[in-house]
């Protein structure tokens, strides 16, 4: 059974198509046609002359529907979360999991394993071996020292579900980001105290990306231009970064990406409201944080994050989508994700000219907006 998606402009993550229709076999993309060429009784969908995306993808999100995944790690729960985030034009993301007890984790691991939802792409392990100078809202008597023993018994628990973990490279040996890397983790920096030759070192080491650039890490500064610095001047290193314009000035998103250009990507480091568990987070307007006031999260969806960084850090509209579709899914390897194209999977997204969702694809089944 086939279904083509018509009546609209398509992005492919590498330019746009036109007066075309796309083919959906399955959960899967088989390509472009002309208009009217394909079987008449295929399954069409009228887009409403909108434009459709790749599915976005969120490689650091904690919860969602009212859920932090941390607090509660069962499958009843990430149910609620996946519909939330998926919802809200997210089709591919990564749980992230903060420094936490070895319970939560466990629990964690169980849940994501037996998950079949193609959403959950895996877990993204922020900690726990980070720097307690630059821990920021995480738990300072769950971080971990990073020796090869105690990151060996995590990953053998995890049965393979850590697809990304942060860590301090200033702590990590070279031992240990070779162990991340034999078990496929992709390996960020983050929550770290490193210089800007520590930081250099860790990307030589083959850690491949920064998490949520300028927050919980060492400043760049002129005298030591610290972890943003080395993310900077690297030619491979990756960042993220929180386009909500309270993690990170709007001005310095733009810096940044005219700077990174294809290694800069979007995270929503949304959270929940929650008052049990290691992380308590409390809902204000627009952010979250502790009950001391520290800020611990965003009131963020990748769309808005995508909205943001047009609207108000100024990026080109598509290279923003990119930086939401294309360039996370690369990072993780996940070739099938990210692009429209033969083979990818359908997942995709509609949105209007306002940027306002209007339809969400998951594979290959389709739920339109209001």
Known sequence: MYTLFYNARFFTGTGLVDGKELIVRDNRIEGFADQGSVSADAHRIDCGGNLVVAGLIDLQIAGGGGYLFSSNPAPEALDMIIRSIVSAGTTGFLLALPTNSREVYRAAFRTVSGCTNPAVMGLHMEGPFISNARRGAHAPE???????????????????????MTVAPEICTPEVITLLRERGITVAAGHSNATFREAMAGFEMGIETTTHLFNAMSPLHHRDPGLPGAAFLSETACASIIADGIHVDYAMVRIASKIMKERLFLVSDAVEENDRGAYRHVKKSDR??????????????????????????????YEAFRMATLYPARLIRAGDRGMIEPGARA???????????RGVCLNGITEFKK
Do not use: H, Y
């Open 142 to 164: 769950l971080i971990m020292k990073p020796v090869p023993e105690n990151v060996t018994s995590l990953l053998d628990e995890s049965g393979g579900t850590i697809r990304m």
């Open 347 to 357: 997942d995709l997204v509609i949105v209007d000219n306002e940027m306002k969702l």
């Open 288 to 317: 979250f944080t502790l009950p001391d006031g520290t800020l611990s999260g965003a009131k963020l969806t990748m769309l808005d994050a995508v909205r943001n960084s047009i609207n108000r850090a100024g990026i080109e509209k």
